[in-house]
């Protein structure tokens, strides 16, 4: 059975194509309501839709979900519209859900007329106190006997703004004792004397998102509208709308899938909108913030992005993933296409006693070990270079090879050399190493006479260019109580110093620090006087594919 390997969504598309359904036709749409910026877990929403719908040579819809009129921005539609971009997706229509207003008025109105809707006066609290739980039906609401004439004048009212928000909603009469409370009589039309961004002060009635979106995706002729789990429960009224508005029988069909949940990650525009306005973070750019627009300046691609969206599929019940799988198809995008760099962190001088002053060679180094033909670069070695600050141990532990008082390790590139003394500065710091090299062990002159268990690298420290590095860690930790946490080490700020190419570094371009992590020249914060990194991802990982 070859649908074995096809998704569920993908299954049930299958089967409508094969039975005529929507003439053949697949119309998928991604639905964000312009409340803040898009993150990883929407990334997974675009990346579902639009595939689903190039794969069955469909369309998807861009569709602004602002039928809430309170919240919306500009700034978050031009950011929407760059994010959906970005990772490489074309929309078909770009429409606004709020250009819908009089056909969702008009349908309210057919669902009047046919005595299935009717104006209530009962508060929010008694609404919900009515409502009842799942162990006890509801109540009625004495309204629910109104006449469909009543009911049309009434809300007529609501519209001309006779009433003050909360006085009256219009409420869809369904089944007060239906086992599913989400078919309990909702709420389809609340009152909110509030501005719209687009309709203006046309309106002080809107539409609920239960009765709102069944009704936008009809419009448009979306065949397959997927959405989270959440809304599985509100399936049943999803239907009940289109087929009682008169959509009928091919109406879209509402598909859940489970949303998705990353470690170490906070995924919900509220809280992601917090971090922003109290100054935790930079912006919603921050390049520890899980949105797009974060990944994206962090130097995440969109390529990893939706390889990752692609290979944790679609499931039908909840579960987190570890976010050590996204980054480990980050690693694996960048690794075959990004070029080495020497940077050195906490830098310690080392002056290699008997290399003659004043004398600068050019070593040769390989720009990706993976790639042979991306080729070596030179870059120069004198009597003082800087080394890694990890790269030395004035006491060493057990297993370390790297360099100690007495030890010869091989300087990558170009030659061994061997720690003869440790010079202290007066307050017992480290000031430099004084080493001396063999030269002899040139690389490339094929020296075979002994071995080192250490390679470090290194830059001259006469050329070295300061670079400022941002060393990214998790914003979110977990607590030994299990809850996500904010983590007050989420970023570290140093000066290191690279080789000299890298004062030519453009904003956006990435590299590789060579035994460090993969770097991306800070977009907004590299120029011509200054070279800023953020960290993408260090190279090890705990993610077995
Ligand atoms: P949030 O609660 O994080 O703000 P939302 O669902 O309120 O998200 P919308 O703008 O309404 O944000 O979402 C647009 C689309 O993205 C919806 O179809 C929604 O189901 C989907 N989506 C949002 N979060 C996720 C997620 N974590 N995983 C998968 N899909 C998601
Ligand atoms: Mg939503
Ligand atoms: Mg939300």
């Known amino acids: 059975n070859e649908n074995r390997s096809l998704n569920f969504i993908h299954q049930i598309i299958e089967k409508d194509i094969e039975e005529g359904t929507y003439g053949g036709e697949v119309y998928t749409r991604f639905p964000p309501e312009p409340n803040g910026y898009l993150h990883i877990g929407h990334a997974k929403s675009i990346c579902l839709n639009f595939t689903t719908a190039q794969k069955y040579g469909g369309r998807t819809n861009l569709r602004y979900d602002d039928t809430n009129p309170v919240k919306e921005d500009m700034e978050y539609v031009d950011s929407i519209e760059e994010d959906v971009k970005w990772l490489g997706f074309t929309w078909d229509k770009r429409l606004w859900a709020s250009d819908y207003f009089d056909t969702m008025y008009e349908a309210a109105m057919e669902l009047i007329r046919k005595g299935l809707a009717y104006v209530d006066d009962l508060s929010p609290d008694q609404i919900r106190e009515y409502r009842g739980t799942l162990k006890e039906p509801g109540k009625e609401s004495p309204c629910r006997s109104q006449s469909a004439e009543e009911a049309a004048a009434l809300f007529e009212r609501m519209r001309a703004g006779e009433f003050a928000d909360g006085e009256r909603v219009l409420r869809a009469k369904i089944d007060m004792a239906s086992p599913n409370i989400n078919m309990r009589d909702p709420v389809i039309y609340r009152i909110a004397h509030t501005h719209h961004h687009n309709t203006g002060d046309k309106?002080?009635?809107?539409?609920?998102?239960?009765?709102?979106?069944?009704?936008?995706?009809?419009?448009?002729?979306?065949?397959?509208?997927?959405?989270?789990?959440?809304?599985?429960?509100?399936?049943?009224?999803?239907d009940w709308v289109l087929k009682n508005v008169g959509f009928w029988p091919h109406p879209p069909k509402q598909i859940e899938f489970a949303r998705l949940n990353l470690t170490n990650t906070v995924m919900s525009k509220r809280l992601l909108k917090a971090l922003v306005d109290d100054g935790t973070v930079e912006g919603w750019d921050d390049p520890r913030m899980p949105t797009i627009a974060g990944l994206r300046r962090r130097g995440y691609t969109p390529q990893a992005i939706r390889t990752f969206c692609e290979e944790i599929g679609v499931a039908k019940s909840n579960s987190t993933i570890d976010i050590a799988m996204l980054e480990h198809f980050v690693r694996d995008d960048l690794k075959d296409k990004v070029e080495n760099r020497n940077v050195v962190e906490d830098p310690i001088k080392v002056v290699i006693t008997n290399y003659p002053e004043g004398r600068t060679e050019m070593v040769e180094v390989e720009n990706n070990r993976n790639v042979p033909e991306m080729g070596n670069r030179e870059i120069p070695f004198s009597r003082e270079i800087y080394i890694d600050g990890a790269d030395f141990m004035e006491v060493p532990v057990k297993k370390y090879f790297r360099l100690f008082p007495?030890?010869?390790?091989?300087?990558?590139?170009?030659?061994?050399?061997?720690?003869?003394?440790?010079?202290?500065?007066?307050?017992?710091?480290?000031?430099?190493?004084?080493?001396?090299?063999?030269?002899?062990?040139?690389?490339?002159?094929?020296?075979?006479?002994?071995?080192?268990?250490?390679?470090?690298?290194?830059?001259?420290?006469?050329?070295?260019?300061?670079?400022?590095?941002?060393?990214?860690?998790?914003?979110?930790?977990?607590?030994?109580?299990?809850?996500?946490?904010?983590?007050?080490?989420?970023?570290?700020?140093?000066?290191?110093?690279?080789?000299?190419?890298?004062?030519?570094?453009?904003?956006?371009?990435?590299?590789?620090?060579?035994?460090?992590?993969?770097?991306?020249?800070?977009?907004?914060?590299?120029?011509?006087?200054?070279?800023?990194?953020?960290?993408?991802?260090?190279?090890?990982?705990?993610?077995?594919?």
């Open 203 to 238: 309106w002080c009635i809107y539409p609920m998102y239960d009765f709102a979106h069944p009704i936008e995706d009809a419009i448009e002729g979306i065949t397959h509208s997927i959405c989270t789990l959440e809304f599985e429960d509100h399936r049943p009224l999803y």
């Open 406 to 545: 007495g030890n010869e390790v091989r300087v990558k590139g170009a030659y061994f050399i061997k720690c003869e003394d440790v010079i202290k500065n007066p307050d017992g710091t480290i000031k430099e190493l004084h080493c001396t090299y063999d030269p002899q062990t040139r690389s490339g002159n094929g020296f075979e006479g002994r071995k080192v268990k250490g390679t470090i690298h290194f830059v001259d420290a006469a050329t070295a260019v300061p670079v400022r590095v941002r060393n990214y860690n998790y914003l979110y930790v977990e607590n030994e109580q299990g809850e996500q946490v904010l983590n007050p080490d989420s970023v570290e700020e140093k000066i290191c110093y690279a080789e000299p190419s890298l004062a030519e570094a453009k904003p956006g371009e990435r590299f590789q620090f060579f035994r460090h992590g993969y770097y991306i020249a800070d977009e907004k914060l590299t120029n011509d006087r200054e070279k800023v990194f953020n960290r993408i991802v260090d190279l090890k990982s705990s993610f077995k594919p």
